[in-house]
């Protein structure tokens, strides 16, 4: 449900200090230095994703449902309408 925006890669669900959270390493697996021109690893917290697609009014116009505050309301309506999530380090 959550796509990286910046390599086009389906993101990791992972816990990040004990809160559920979700990462992009943009395709490294390895323990080894990035090169320097690499993109930064994508992170970001479930309950700030959540927070920010609650307050977003552009996404409220067309989809009221998703104001709601119940977080498995909110799922259940991204999966019913075959909505996936974009991320980047600015949106």
Do not use: F
């Amino acid at each position: 449900m959550i796509c990286c925006g910046v390599c086009g890669r389906i993101i990791d669900s992972h816990w990040v200090h004990g809160r559920p959270g979700y990462r992009c390493r943009h395709g490294h697996t390895g323990t080894r230095t990035r090169a320097s021109a690499q993109p930064k690893i994508l992170y970001i917290r479930e309950d700030h994703l959540l927070d920010r697609i609650r307050h977003d009014r552009g996404l409220h116009r067309r989809h009221p449902a998703l104001r709601s505050p119940d977080p498995e309301k909110l799922a259940a309506y991204l999966r019913t309408n075959n909505m996936i999530i974009v991320c980047d380090h600015h949106a």
